[in-house]
């Protein structure tokens, strides 16, 4: 079994800065993709920025140039580090991994998913 846990959501004003966290535990081989969503109340959930087992990167357009995703592969933990957020960015916030488990018989991939974190953006 896989978990993974999220913290650092939070209300924050315009302009303002938050750090994502989101620690993966359990049975755990290695972990490839590794990327963070939201959703708002209303609206499909999103892609918001992904990163590689071995560092690549890529972003939604909407937050290119303010947020910044990254990993610690010894920590089995990405980051998202967003800054300049806007009132748009509110949307609670779900990391996702690509985990690699071991069976008995062969190793398998599956998609893990957070519990979501609550991220506001007000004055």
């Known amino acids: 079994q896989v978990q993974l846990v999220e913290s650092g959501g939070g209300l924050v004003q315009p302009g303002g800065s938050l750090r994502l966290s989101c620690a993966a535990s359990?049975?755990?081989?290695?972990?490839?993709?590794m990327g963070w969503y939201r959703q708002a109340p209303g609206k499909q959930r999103e892609l918001v920025a992904a990163?590689?087992?071995?560092?690549?990167?890529h972003y939604a357009d909407s937050v290119k140039g303010r947020f910044t995703i990254s990993r610690d592969n010894a920590k089995n933990t990405v980051y998202l580090q967003m800054n300049s957020l806007k009132p748009e960015d509110t949307a609670v916030y779900y990391c996702?991994?690509?985990?690699?488990?071991?069976?008995?018989?062969?190793?398998?991939?599956?998609?893990?998913w957070g519990q979501g974190t609550q991220v506001t953006v007000s004055s």
């Open positions: 359990g049975s755990i081989f290695s972990i490839n993709d």
């Open positions: 990163i590689t087992s071995g560092g690549s990167t």
């Open positions: 996702k991994a690509v985990v690699v488990v071991v069976g008995q018989w062969r190793k398998s991939e599956y998609d893990y």
